[in-house]
Nanobody
């Protein structure tokens, strides 16, 4: 059974930094896309950043130049380094693993979420 465990959230002042980690277990993740999504208060969940197994990166426009996603396949872990945080970054951040299976179609796994709060 796939499990994703996020750590690293918390309270930070505007302009500060946080680093989120997501440790995955229960499967092989080398060939799967990993990423981060977030859900601000009262809003829908949105993409933050993803990294494919081959290292292709994708970022939301709102975080480009401030956030950096990376992965360590040996540790089955994906990271999100967040710099120059603003109150608009306040959200619950979710780790995601996605892949396509000929048998199952598109498959998503989600972590339980970690709260990031940025004070002004």
């Amino acid at each position: 059974q796939v499990q994703l465990v996020e750590t690293g959230g918390g309270l930070v002042q505007a302009g500060g930094s946080l680093r989120l980690s997501c440790a995955a277990s229960g499967s092989s993740f080398d060939n799967k896309r990993m990423g981060w999504y977030r859900q601000p208060p009262g809003k829908q969940r949105e993409l933050v950043a993803t990294v494919t197994s081959s290292g292709n990166l994708n970022y939301a426009d709102s975080v480009k130049g401030r956030f950096t996603i990376s992965r360590d396949n040996a540790k089955n872990t994906v990271y999100l380094q967040m710099n120059s945080l603003t109150p608009e970054d306040t959200a619950v951040y979710y780790c995601n693993v996605w892949y396509y299976s000929n048998l199952r179609g598109a498959v998503d796994y989600w972590g339980q979420g970690t709260q990031v709060t940025v004070s002004s």
